[in-house]
C-alpha cells in the first residue's frame, strides 16, 4: 500500500486549482448571489427641478437598504419612455430636465461603489423588473452613464440589449485599467481602486488586469442590435483620458457596424484636470435620446365617437335604488354573436353587485330596423319592462337595401313603440362597422345610414356610440389592422374588444358621478314624429289570420329538404307556403302598413300583390343569399295607408329569379303597423 497516494492527490488537486485561477480569473471572484426587492417603504413625494421626484428605500432579501428615486413627467408621453441614469444624478442636470418636459421619466438607483460589478448587475436587473412593472415604464430604456457610470450602463446594455434604446455617456469610464487603476495616462485612484478590486473579488491586481467584461470589450450583441451611442468627451481629460476610453470603445464598436458619435466639449471653464466641462449642448443630449426612443402613438380616445346627450341615468338610478334590471339588445347578426354583449353583461353584474339582471339577447342575424319594429313586442316588449335598450341596425339596413326613408321610419318606430310602453327606457344606438362604410368615411363622407340613424338619436336626444368611425379611424391611425386583428364586420374576439372597450367607455362616462336621495327619474317626452307613418306600433300577425285558398297550406313543423341552411325560429315552426299553382291568398287587418316576413331560400319566387282594390305590384322574394341559406326577410308591401280596414290579396306567378329553383312563397308571419 502506498502511503504517500492521498497525499499526491490532493497536491494534484491543489495544483489543478491553482492552474484554473490563474487562467480563468472570473472563478475567482465573488459570485453574486440573486436579489429581490420587498416593497418599497418610506416613499415620499418631493420637487426636483420644478417636477415630482419620489424617493424610496428598497430592501433587498439580504436586507440591504438601496435609495432609489424617479422623477415623473408632468404629461408622461404614451408608453411612459424613461432614463436609467447611472452615477451623479445631480450632474449636468439639464438634458434630463428637457427630458422630464417632453414626457420622459427618469430613473436612479444609488450602486455608487459597486463600479458595474456582477453583484451591481443583479441589482440593477431586479431594479429594472421592479420599476417597469411598479410605474409601468416602457420595457426598453435610455441609460445615461457619467464618469464611472460607464461601468454600470456598458455592462448592463451587453447583458440586456433587447431592453436598450440608445446609450449616451459623458466623460465614461470605460476601461479601469486607465481608472482608477491608473495602469495608462489615466489618474490612479488608490482607495476606489481598492474598493473596486474588493467589490469584484479580485485577490490581485494581476487578477484584476486580466478581468475581459469592461465596457470595451465584447460589443458585439450591441453593435448588431445597432444600439446608438452617444460620448461627450473632455479632450484634456487626465483622469479619465478619452484616449483609453471612449476612442478605445468607439473605435472597436463602428468596427463591428455600430453607430455611434462623439462629441468633444471645448468650449467654457475646463475643471478637475479636464474631467469636469461644460456640456455644449444638453439639448442634442435630448434629441439623440429622443430621436432613438420609438414612442407609441397615442391611441385614440373613445369618446370622441360618444354622443351622450340626455343620457341613461334612468337605468343607472334604477339598478341603484332597485336592484333589478332588465336590459335588451336588439339588432342583427352582431348583436346575436357572443362577444361585446356577453362583456356588457360581464360588467353591469360586477358594477351592481347587488342587482338581479335579467338580459334579453334579441339578436338575429340579418336583420335590420324594419324587422326589429316588427318584432320588437314580440321579441322584447313582452318580456317585461325595458329599463335599457341597446338597438343596432346600421350594417343590415344598408346592406339589406332599406331606403332612407324606411331607415328613418323603422328606427323612429322602435324608439317611440319601446317609449310608449316605458317612458322612463334608456336606449342607446351603436353603428357598427363594415368595410363600405370604412369606404365611406375615407372619402371624407358619413354613411348615409347612419346620417339616417342619427336623425332619430338627435330628434329623440338619445345617445349613440359610432363603432364604424371609431374602428375606422384607429386602423387608420395604425392602431391594429382589418385584414390581421378585427378580419370582418363579424368581429374576432379582438374586434369584439375593441367594441366592448368603447362601450364600457361610454357606460363609465353615462354613469360618472354621484346621485342624490332627490334625483328623480325622469320622464322621457315623445315629440312630434320625424315620419307619420314610422312603424311605433308595429306587431307580428299569426299566419292562422289568413283566408287560404285553394294550394295555399300551413304546413306545421315546415323544415327544408334541400340540406340549405335555415335560422331560428325559422325551421320546424308553422309555415305557410304556397305556389305558382296557388290560388290568391287573402290577410284581413287595421293599420297603416302592412307586410310578410318570409323564409326566403334557394326557391323562393316572385309574387304579385294587391291592397283593397288596388293595382296589382310585383315583388321578388329571392336574395343575393337565397342560394345558400332560407333566409328570414322581410318585405313591407303597403306604407301610408289610413288606419282603418283593410284587405292584403296576395298570389305566387309562374315567373322566378334566374338563380331560383322554384316559385314558391312561405310565410312565416304578417306584420302591420296599427
Same mark, same amino acid.
Request: with cysteine.
Given at each position: 500500500?502506498?502511503?504517500? +497516494?492521498?497525499?499526491?492527490?490532493?497536491?494534484?488537486?491543489?495544483?489543478?486549482?491553482?492552474?484554473?485561477?490563474?487562467?480563468?480569473?472570473?472563478?475567482?471572484?465573488?459570485?453574486?448571489?440573486?436579489? #429581490?426587492?420587498?416593497?418599497?417603504?418610506?416613499?415620499?413625494?418631493?420637487?426636483?427641478?420644478?417636477?415630482?421626484?419620489?424617493?424610496?428605500?428598497?430592501?433587498?432579501?439580504?436586507?440591504?437598504?438601496?435609495?432609489?428615486?424617479?422623477?415623473?413627467?408632468?404629461?408622461?408621453?404614451?408608453?411612459?419612455?424613461?432614463?436609467?441614469?447611472?452615477?451623479?444624478?445631480?450632474?449636468?442636470?439639464?438634458?434630463? #430636465?428637457?427630458?422630464?418636459?417632453?414626457?420622459?421619466?427618469?430613473?436612479?438607483?444609488?450602486?455608487?461603489?459597486?463600479?458595474?460589478?456582477? !453583484?451591481?448587475?443583479?441589482?440593477?436587473?431586479?431594479?429594472?423588473?421592479?420599476?417597469?412593472?411598479?410605474?409601468?415604464?416602457?420595457?426598453?430604456?435610455?441609460?445615461?452613464?457619467?464618469?464611472?457610470?460607464?461601468?454600470?450602463?456598458?455592462?448592463?446594455? +451587453?447583458?440586456?440589449?433587447?431592453?436598450?434604446?440608445?446609450?449616451?455617456?459623458?466623460?465614461?469610464?470605460?476601461?479601469?485599467?486607465?481608472?482608477?487603476?491608473?495602469?495608462?495616462?489615466?489618474?490612479?485612484?488608490?482607495?476606489?481602486?481598492?474598493?473596486?478590486?474588493?467589490?469584484?473579488?479580485?485577490?490581485?491586481?494581476?487578477?484584476?488586469?486580466?478581468?475581459?467584461?469592461?465596457?470595451?470589450?465584447?460589443?458585439?450583441?450591441?453593435?448588431?442590435?445597432?444600439?446608438?451611442?452617444?460620448?461627450?468627451?473632455?479632450?484634456?481629460?487626465?483622469?479619465?483620458?478619452?484616449?483609453?476610453?471612449?476612442?478605445?470603445?468607439?473605435?472597436?464598436?463602428?468596427?463591428?457596424?455600430?453607430?455611434?458619435?462623439?462629441?468633444?466639449?471645448?468650449?467654457?471653464?475646463?475643471?478637475?484636470?479636464?474631467?469636469?466641462?461644460?456640456?455644449?449642448?444638453?439639448?442634442?443630449?435630448?434629441?439623440?435620446?429622443?430621436?432613438?426612443?420609438?414612442?407609441? !402613438?397615442?391611441?385614440?380616445?373613445?369618446?370622441?365617437?360618444?354622443?351622450?346627450?340626455?343620457?341613461?341615468?334612468?337605468?343607472?338610478? +334604477?339598478?341603484?335604488?332597485?336592484?333589478?334590471?332588465?336590459?335588451?339588445?336588439?339588432?342583427?347578426?352582431?348583436?346575436?354573436? &357572443?362577444?361585446?354583449?356577453?362583456?356588457?353583461?360581464?360588467?353591469?353584474?360586477?358594477?351592481?353587485?347587488?342587482?338581479?339582471?335579467?338580459?334579453?339577447?334579441?339578436?338575429?342575424?340579418?336583420?335590420?330596423?324594419?324587422?326589429?319594429?316588427?318584432?320588437?313586442?314580440?321579441?322584447?316588449?313582452? !318580456?317585461?319592462?325595458?329599463?335599457?335598450?341597446?338597438?343596432?341596425?346600421?350594417?343590415?339596413?344598408?346592406?339589406?337595401?332599406?331606403?332612407?326613408?324606411?331607415?328613418?321610419?323603422?328606427?323612429?318606430?322602435?324608439?317611440?313603440?319601446?317609449?310608449?310602453?316605458?317612458?322612463?327606457?334608456?336606449?342607446?344606438?351603436?353603428?357598427?362597422?363594415?368595410?363600405?362604410?370604412?369606404?365611406?368615411?375615407?372619402?371624407?363622407?358619413?354613411?348615409?345610414?347612419?346620417?339616417?340613424?342619427?336623425?332619430?338619436?338627435?330628434?329623440?336626444?338619445?345617445?349613440?356610440?359610432?363603432?364604424?368611425?371609431?374602428?375606422?379611424?384607429?386602423?387608420?391611425?395604425?392602431?391594429?389592422?382589418?385584414?390581421?386583428?378585427?378580419?370582418?364586420?363579424?368581429?374576432?374576439?379582438? &374586434?369584439?374588444?375593441?367594441?366592448?372597450?368603447?362601450?364600457?367607455?361610454?357606460?363609465?362616462?353615462?354613469?360618472?358621478?354621484?346621485?342624490?336621495?332627490?334625483?328623480?327619474?325622469?320622464?322621457?317626452?315623445?315629440?312630434?314624429?320625424?315620419?307619420?307613418?314610422?312603424?311605433?306600433?308595429?306587431?307580428?300577425?299569426?299566419?292562422?289570420?289568413?283566408?287560404?285558398? +285553394? &294550394?295555399?297550406?300551413?304546413?306545421?313543423?315546415?323544415?327544408?329538404?334541400?340540406?340549405?341552411?335555415?335560422?331560428?325560429?325559422?325551421?320546424?315552426?308553422?309555415?305557410?307556403?304556397?305556389?305558382?299553382?296557388?290560388?290568391?291568398?287573402?290577410?284581413?287587418?287595421?293599420?297603416?302598413?302592412?307586410?310578410?316576413?318570409?323564409?326566403?331560400?334557394?326557391?323562393?319566387?316572385?309574387?304579385?300583390?294587391?291592397?283593397?282594390?288596388?293595382?296589382?305590384?310585383?315583388?321578388?322574394?329571392?336574395?343575393?343569399?337565397?342560394?345558400?341559406?332560407?333566409?328570414?326577410?322581410?318585405?313591407?308591401?303597403?306604407?301610408?295607408?289610413?288606419?282603418?280596414?283593410?284587405?292584403?290579396?296576395?298570389?305566387?306567378?309562374?315567373?322566378?329569379?334566374?338563380?331560383?329553383?322554384?316559385?314558391?312563397?312561405?310565410?312565416?308571419?304578417?306584420?302591420?303597423?296599427?
Amino acid at each position: 500500500m502506498n502511503i504517500n +497516494k492521498p497525499q499526491t492527490i490532493i497536491r494534484k488537486f491543489i495544483a489543478t486549482l491553482w492552474i484554473l485561477i490563474l487562467f480563468f480569473p472570473a472563478l475567482s471572484y465573488a459570485q453574486p448571489q440573486s436579489v #429581490s426587492f420587498k416593497p418599497h417603504v418610506n416613499e415620499a413625494p418631493s420637487v426636483w427641478h420644478g417636477f415630482k421626484r419620489l424617493d424610496f428605500t428598497l430592501q433587498s432579501n439580504s436586507n440591504e437598504n438601496i435609495p432609489a428615486h424617479i422623477v415623473l413627467p408632468n404629461k408622461p408621453l404614451p408608453g411612459n419612455p424613461w432614463v436609467w441614469r447611472a452615477r451623479f444624478p445631480e450632474w449636468h442636470t439639464q438634458a434630463d #430636465s428637457i427630458l422630464l418636459s417632453r414626457g420622459f421619466h427618469i430613473a436612479y438607483i444609488n450602486t455608487n461603489n459597486r463600479f458595474g460589478s456582477p !453583484k451591481a448587475m443583479v441589482i440593477w436587473d431586479a431594479f429594472y423588473q421592479y420599476i417597469t412593472q411598479k410605474f409601468q415604464l416602457s420595457p426598453k430604456v435610455a441609460l445615461e452613464g457619467v464618469s464611472r457610470g460607464g461601468l454600470f450602463i456598458y455592462t448592463w446594455a +451587453k447583458q440586456n440589449p433587447e431592453k436598450i434604446n440608445a446609450i449616451y455617456a459623458e466623460a465614461p469610464v470605460c476601461d479601469f485599467k486607465s481608472w482608477p487603476a491608473g495602469y495608462g495616462n489615466g489618474q490612479k485612484s488608490d482607495n476606489d481602486w481598492k474598493k473596486l478590486k474588493a467589490e469584484y473579488g479580485f485577490r490581485s491586481n494581476e487578477e484584476a488586469l486580466e478581468w475581459n467584461n469592461q465596457p470595451i470589450h465584447h460589443l458585439d450583441e450591441l453593435a448588431k442590435a445597432k444600439i446608438p451611442i452617444l460620448h461627450m468627451v473632455g479632450l484634456n481629460d487626465q483622469i479619465v483620458p478619452p484616449t483609453e476610453n471612449t476612442f478605445q470603445l468607439v473605435k472597436r464598436y463602428i468596427n463591428l457596424g455600430g453607430p455611434a458619435t462623439i462629441v468633444p466639449c471645448t468650449k467654457g471653464k475646463q475643471t478637475l484636470k479636464g474631467h469636469h466641462f461644460p456640456i455644449e449642448t444638453p439639448q442634442l443630449v435630448a434629441d439623440f435620446i429622443i430621436y432613438n426612443t420609438p414612442i407609441p !402613438k397615442q391611441k385614440i380616445a373613445a369618446s370622441n365617437y360618444h354622443q351622450l346627450r340626455k343620457g341613461i341615468r334612468n337605468s343607472y338610478m +334604477k339598478f341603484q335604488r332597485q336592484k333589478f334590471g332588465r336590459v335588451a339588445f336588439l339588432g342583427g347578426s352582431i348583436t346575436y354573436n &357572443g362577444g361585446w354583449r356577453d362583456s356588457i353583461c360581464n360588467y353591469l353584474q360586477k358594477r351592481f353587485p347587488d342587482t338581479q339582471f335579467e338580459f334579453i339577447a334579441a339578436g338575429i342575424p340579418s336583420m335590420g330596423t324594419t324587422p326589429a319594429a316588427f318584432r320588437l313586442q314580440r321579441d322584447v316588449l313582452s !318580456k317585461g319592462k325595458i329599463d335599457l335598450l341597446f338597438e343596432e341596425a346600421a350594417v343590415n339596413d344598408a346592406s339589406n337595401g332599406r331606403t332612407n326613408t324606411e331607415q328613418v321610419g323603422a328606427m323612429e318606430g322602435i324608439i317611440r313603440h319601446t317609449l310608449h310602453v316605458n317612458p322612463e327606457c334608456d336606449i342607446v344606438l351603436m353603428h357598427f362597422v363594415d368595410p363600405d362604410k370604412m369606404a365611406t368615411y375615407r372619402s371624407g363622407k358619413t354613411p348615409q345610414v347612419i346620417l339616417n340613424h342619427e336623425i332619430v338619436a338627435k330628434h329623440y336626444q338619445l345617445p349613440s356610440i359610432n363603432l364604424a368611425k371609431e374602428v375606422t379611424d384607429r386602423i387608420d391611425a395604425g392602431e391594429f389592422t382589418w385584414e390581421n386583428d378585427f378580419k370582418n364586420l363579424h368581429p374576432s374576439p379582438f &374586434g369584439q374588444g375593441i367594441y366592448s372597450h368603447s362601450m364600457l367607455a361610454f357606460l363609465d362616462k353615462a354613469w360618472a358621478g354621484f346621485i342624490a336621495e332627490d334625483d328623480k327619474i325622469q320622464i322621457h317626452t315623445l315629440p312630434n314624429p320625424i315620419d307619420p307613418d314610422s312603424y311605433h306600433n308595429g306587431s307580428l300577425i299569426s299566419i292562422q289570420n289568413a283566408k287560404k285558398s +285553394k &294550394g295555399w297550406k300551413i304546413v306545421e313543423k315546415w323544415k327544408p329538404n334541400d340540406k340549405k341552411g335555415t335560422r331560428a325560429n325559422y325551421v320546424n315552426v308553422p309555415m305557410l307556403v304556397g305556389n305558382a299553382q296557388s290560388g290568391i291568398l287573402k290577410f284581413n287587418f287595421e293599420g297603416s302598413a302592412v307586410g310578410i316576413a318570409i323564409a326566403a331560400g334557394p326557391d323562393a319566387g316572385v309574387i304579385e300583390y294587391a291592397i283593397d282594390n288596388g293595382e296589382w305590384q310585383k315583388q321578388q322574394l329571392f336574395t343575393q343569399w337565397s342560394k345558400h341559406l332560407h333566409l328570414p326577410w322581410y318585405y313591407t308591401l303597403a306604407t301610408g295607408l289610413s288606419n282603418k280596414k283593410h284587405t292584403l290579396k296576395l298570389r305566387v306567378t309562374n315567373q322566378k329569379h334566374s338563380q331560383s329553383t322554384g316559385n314558391t312563397c312561405r310565410i312565416r308571419y304578417f306584420y302591420i303597423n296599427n
